[in-house]
């Protein structure tokens, strides 16, 4: 049961921390320094490191989605099943929804 609890907070945490860099890059990312003739900015370092904590969180969903595919009862697989198409979801929307929210925000 831990397990189960433990892939809805990782699903949920991936969730989130895409909603968040979406909200960086709309409200955010255009409001901070970048020196004159440089190519990248601290806006720039920031959605780096938003991007690979969302890459770390959707392995850790991925791996425990794994797991409990493969390992116990009838509700592990259930949990496993739904952190995947959250992992499947995500992946497909996160291109479009960065290119759409910056589209917007440069407007």
């Not at 397990?3 to 969730?15: G, H, P």
């Not at 890059?25 to 020196?35: M, Q």
């Not at 850790?60 to 592990?76: C, E, F, Q, S």
């Amino acid at each position: 049961m831990q397990a189960v609890t433990a892939s809805k907070l990782l699903s949920a945490s991936c969730v989130v921390l895409l909603m968040v860099g979406l909200l960086f890059r709309a409200f955010v990312y255009g409001h901070l320094y970048l020196a004159p003739g440089e190519p990248y900015g601290i806006s720039d370092v920031i959605e780096l490191l938003l991007g690979s904590i969302l890459i770390v969180f959707l392995g850790a969903t991925a791996v425990l989605a794994l797991v409990l595919g493969i390992k116990g009862p009838k509700h592990n697989r259930v949990a496993a099943l739904w952190s995947s198409l959250t992992i499947i979801v995500i992946l497909l929307v996160v291109a479009p929804l960065h290119t759409l929210v910056a589209r917007w925000a440069s407007a």
